[in-house]
């Protein structure tokens, strides 16, 4: 199931952290290009493994004959195991039984993963390199227990490996004091969010500061996964005026990926569909506050778009949402978001 594979990865990320920690090393004692590459290779395969299998057993797969035999003898083997460890592993036709199934299943895994190829799951770096542009780059984390990796690329490589201190406790408590707990605390406190906001850009970026005009695709791990790097600010002077703060976003262009194989798929994956669709939520909701900028920005976006759709306030609702992103090339959302709120732990928007 998929709550067994996110366990036995969870169990397995300190190999990864190991690992990625000895290629550091190494790289930092030879200065040898391969074990860059090495960081890259087991940052990819810890944080994307149980997304990219999903993704390519509903892509490639689906219901076919071959897969639902697979299914069948992962169940017939749990079966045979579980009736052994109740037998206390005496009856020899249960092992025998046990033993074939493992067998067929074996075969059947290798004849897949030889139609599929070797290269569905491994991801040579060279891949991705050629797919961004010129002044786009990609910045790939990894949050060890007591380190944060990074590795940035571009079009022509590697632009560097580092390796820093982390403080898991500050980037939880900055994520659940300012964000999941709404927006109270900066409001009561802006010089004690600022101060905070700062300690985080220089533990994450100060090392390597964004190039201005330069377009960052972001890739989170672990603890970094939920927080909003453009809501940091890049130098530690305090200024009361919050127009005037040194956002990160102000910097450069940022966006987010879960991960480059799903990068790259997204990238290569051919889209025929055409048109926008713009969302816009304006109104208080549920004992929410309006958002007053919400319809002034769909008349500023409305002229670039002559002939897009316009979903405002009560029309904005879930299955027009759905429709939207069946047929529509761009969909446009402004709306209020939530981490988590009242019952619902997920991310989600308001429609």
């Known amino acids: 199931s998929s709550s067994a594979k996110e366990a036995a990865i969870s169990d397995s990320r300190y190999r990864y952290e190991s690992a990625i920690a000895l290629a550091w090393r190494c ?3 030879t200065g040898d290009n391969q074990y860059r590459r090495a960081i890259l290779e087991l940052m990819e395969n810890s944080k994307s493994q149980l997304l990219w299998e999903e993704m390519q057993q509903a892509q490639l797969h689906g219901n076919d004959s071959i897969h639902k035999r697979i299914r069948l003898l992962e169940q017939a ?3 045979y195991r579980k009736e052994l460890l109740q037998a206390g592993g005496s009856d020899s036709l249960l092992q025998l039984r046990e033993q074939r199934t493992a067998w067929d299943l074996a075969t059947l895994r290798k004849k ?8 569905t799951y491994q991801l040579p770096a060279d891949s991705i390199f ?3 542009a010129p002044g786009q780059r990609i910045r790939t984390y990894f949050t060890g227990s007591n380190s944060l990796y990074t590795v940035e690329l571009d079009n022509k490589g590697i632009c560097y490996a580092d390796s ?3 403080n898991t406790a500050a980037i939880r408590d900055f994520k659940r004091r300012y964000f999941e ?5 900066m409001i009561n406190n802006p010089q004690a969010y600022y101060n905070a906001a700062y300690g985080l850009y220089a533990q994450i970026f100060a090392r390597h500061p964004l190039q201005a005009g330069s377009t960052y695709l972001l890739m989170p791990d672990g603890v970094l996964s939920s927080l909003p790097a453009e809501a940091l600010v890049m130098d530690s002077s305090y200024q009361p005026a919050i127009g005037q703060w040194p956002f990160l976003v ?17 990238v290569l994956t051919h889209n025929s569909h055409k048109g926008f669709s713009g969302f816009f939520i304006s109104q208080a909701q549920k004992g929410l506050p309006g958002l007053q900028g919400v319809l002034k920005e769909k008349d500023l976006i409305m ?10 306030d009560e029309q904005a609702s879930s299955a027009d949402f759905i429709a939207a992103l069946q047929r529509s090339a761009i969909v446009h959302i402004s709306t209020h978001a939530f981490i988590k709120k009242d019952s619902l732990a997920a991310p989600h928007i308001m429609l």
């Open 181 to 185: 707990a709404g927006p109270q605390a």
């Open 27 to 29: 790289w930092r004692l």
């Open 303 to 312: 002229p670039a778009i002559p002939n897009g759709q316009w979903y405002v």
């Open 130 to 132: 050629p797919l961004l």
């Open 250 to 266: 102000k910097q450069a262009t940022i966006s987010y990926a879960y991960s480059l194989r799903t990068w790259r798929l997204q």
């Open 112 to 119: 897949i993963r030889a139609e599929a190829g070797a290269a």
């Open 164 to 166: 820093v201190p982390l």
């Open 77 to 79: 083997q749990l079966y």
